[in-house]
């Protein structure tokens, strides 16, 4: 049996040197965003720059990419096609969105901290944010039926 090159891993390495379980690396492979750079009795074998791949994937996975997303950048190579662009301003206007809803989250949160009612229902500002919420719901809800009337 011949032994692989030192600058290459099996997966329990790679596990070990990424921080990701195997099974999230198989998976990974099945879903096409990783490569094994050879098989050899059953084993999977990576070369080491697929720690920086790993990274890449985590990185992506961090900002928010979904992996499907993930391996559309990669397909374009990460350079800047109009797919490439097209997905990662998406990204960010959904990112944007994300923070617009956390702040307006931490908001209500923060007024409810200091509110001085006794129940927050009573509270003038609360109750306007809840009017708002079931305004949305509404709207979402006759949109979602507009929608299915053919």
């Given at each position: 049996?011949q032994?692989?090159?030192?600058?290459?891993?099996?997966?329990?390495e790679?596990?070990?040197?990424?921080g990701?379980?195997?099974?999230?690396?198989?998976?990974?492979?099945?879903?096409?965003?990783?490569?094994?750079?050879?098989?050899?009795?059953?084993?999977?074998?990576?070369?080491?720059?697929?720690?920086?791949?790993?990274a890449?994937?985590?990185?992506c996975?961090?900002a928010?990419?979904?992996?499907?997303?993930?391996?559309?950048?990669l397909?374009?190579?990460?350079?800047r096609?109009?797919?490439?662009?097209?997905?990662?301003?998406a990204?960010?206007?959904?990112?944007?969105?994300?923070?617009?809803?956390?702040?307006?989250?931490?908001?209500?949160?923060?007024?409810?901290?200091?509110?001085?009612?006794?129940?927050?229902?009573?509270?003038?500002?609360?109750?306007?944010?809840?009017?708002?919420?079931l305004?949305?719901?509404?709207?979402?809800?006759l949109?979602?039926?507009?929608?299915k009337?053919?």
């Amino acid at each position: 049996m011949q032994k692989p090159k030192p600058s290459i891993l099996t997966i329990g390495e790679l596990s070990r040197r990424t921080g990701l379980a195997t099974s999230a690396l198989r998976y990974y492979e099945r879903v096409g965003l990783l490569r094994p750079d050879s098989r050899a009795n059953g084993r999977r074998y990576y070369e080491s720059s697929s720690r920086g791949r790993v990274a890449l994937i985590r990185l992506c996975q961090d900002a928010g990419f979904t992996l499907a997303e993930i391996r559309v950048l990669l397909a374009a190579g990460m350079r800047r096609s109009r797919s490439w662009a097209r997905l990662v301003n998406a990204k960010l206007l959904e990112l944007e969105a994300s923070i617009d809803r956390a702040r307006r989250a931490r908001s209500l949160i923060q007024h409810a901290l200091a509110c001085r009612h006794r129940n927050l229902v009573t509270c003038p500002n609360f109750r306007s944010a809840l009017d708002a919420r079931l305004s949305l719901n509404r709207r979402d809800s006759l949109a979602n039926h507009v929608a299915k009337v053919p």
